[in-house]
């Protein structure tokens, strides 16, 4: 593990293997031992670098306000730390949210992007009351009451029933989430812009990935992805629902492997 001071705050970040750098930015309320499987599968072929965003992980976390425009701005600032000018950024999830961020924000640094289990659109109001309900479930009962509500979204059926290490693997980054890092999640997701109308600017190559059983963000989100922007590949992985990356590293990483093997 090393750590960056980015924009005042301790970030925390791993960086192994050599050549196209490529960014795994986790989702909620996760943090980059997500990508565990990614790092060890991955580093062989291309330099993988994974963030703990402000609150999550290893990094620090501060009590503030966050948006998904802080959070995109932290990776720019890692990117600056590292002397890396382009990457894949990849997202899982509210990752893929930072990732549109750093879409708008940072264009010029994106070499290509990888959209896994996320959606472009906006909260609804309700999803929005929802945010604000999980942030008083985290305020008054702590994290593990809001893995004990997440995981069963996060899994298939059958490896919740049949899988207990990667359960526990998953349980276990929710529930040492700092509960200030669950509830600037939160606000940051549920002020997050539309971004349906940004897919057709998208001029890298993207790949989008989506579990097969995801229902946090359905397969049909993914394929609007992949219609709107330009040349999008879409990669769908049987036997995963939201949390695809840990779910099935093996298809995961292959899918993610022949992607970077078409980047020059
Ligand atoms: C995530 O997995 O990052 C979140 O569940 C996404 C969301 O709640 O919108």
Same mark, same amino acid.
């Given at each position: 593990?090393?750590?960056?001071?980015?924009?005042? =705050?301790?970030?925390?970040?791993?960086?192994?293997?050599?050549?196209?750098?490529?960014?795994? =930015?986790?989702?909620?309320?996760?943090?980059?031992?997500?990508?565990?499987?990614?790092?060890?599968?991955?580093?062989?072929?291309?330099?993988? =670098?994974?963030?703990?965003?402000?609150?999550?992980?290893?990094?620090? &976390?501060?009590?503030?306000?966050?948006? #998904?425009?802080?959070?995109?701005?932290?990776?720019?600032?890692?990117? %600056?730390?590292?002397?890396?000018? $382009?990457? #894949? =950024? !990849?997202?899982?999830?509210?990752?893929?949210?930072? *990732?549109? *961020?750093?879409?708008?924000?940072?264009?010029?640094?994106?070499?290509?992007?990888?959209? &896994?289990?996320?959606?472009?659109?906006?909260?609804?109001?309700?999803?929005?009351?929802?945010?604000?309900?999980?942030?008083?479930?985290?305020?008054?009962?702590?994290?593990?009451?809001?893995?004990?509500?997440? @995981?069963?979204?996060? @899994?298939?059926? /059958?490896?919740?029933?049949?899988?207990?290490?990667?359960?526990? !693997? *998953? $349980?276990?980054?929710?529930?040492?989430?700092?509960?200030?890092?669950?509830?600037?999640? @939160?606000?940051?997701?549920?002020?997050? /812009?539309?971004?349906?109308?940004?897919?057709?600017?998208?001029?890298?190559?993207?790949?989008?990935?989506?579990?097969?059983? %995801?229902?946090?963000?359905?397969? !049909?989100?993914?394929?609007?992805?992949?219609? $709107?922007?330009?040349?999008?590949?879409?990669?769908?992985?049987?036997?995963? &629902?939201?949390?695809?990356?840990?779910?099935?590293?093996?298809?995961?990483?292959?899918?993610?492997?022949?992607?970077?093997?078409?980047?020059?």
């Amino acid at each position: 593990m090393a750590t960056a001071t980015i924009n005042g =705050i301790e970030i925390a970040y791993t960086d192994q293997g050599s050549g196209t750098p490529i960014v795994f =930015i986790h989702g909620f309320p996760l943090s980059r031992a997500m990508w565990q499987n990614q790092v060890a599968g991955l580093s062989g072929q291309a330099r993988v =670098i994974t963030i703990d965003l402000r609150g999550h992980g290893e990094s620090q &976390a501060p009590l503030w306000f966050a948006t #998904v425009d802080i959070y995109a701005d932290e990776v720019a600032g890692l990117l %600056d730390h590292l002397g890396i000018d $382009k990457a #894949v =950024i !990849a997202g899982f999830s509210m990752g893929g949210y930072v *990732a549109f *961020a750093f879409w708008r924000r940072h264009q010029a640094r994106v070499r290509a992007l990888i959209l &896994a289990d996320t959606r472009p659109q906006a909260d609804s109001a309700e999803a929005r009351q929802g945010r604000f309900n999980t942030a008083q479930n985290a305020h008054a009962n702590g994290a593990a009451a809001v893995a004990t509500a997440m @995981l069963p979204r996060l @899994l298939t059926q /059958p490896s919740l029933d049949g899988n207990p290490s990667l359960v526990a !693997a *998953a $349980k276990g980054i929710m529930e040492s989430a700092p509960v200030t890092g669950i509830a600037t999640d @939160l606000m940051s997701m549920a002020e997050r /812009p539309d971004s349906v109308g940004l897919l057709p600017s998208i001029n890298v190559p993207t790949l989008v990935i989506v579990g097969e059983a %995801d229902a946090l963000t359905p397969p !049909a989100d993914s394929q609007l992805m992949a219609e $709107k922007v330009p040349g999008a590949r879409l990669v769908t992985i049987p036997g995963a &629902a939201h949390l695809s990356p840990m779910e099935q590293p093996a298809a995961f990483n292959q899918a993610v492997a022949d992607f970077l093997s078409t980047l020059s």
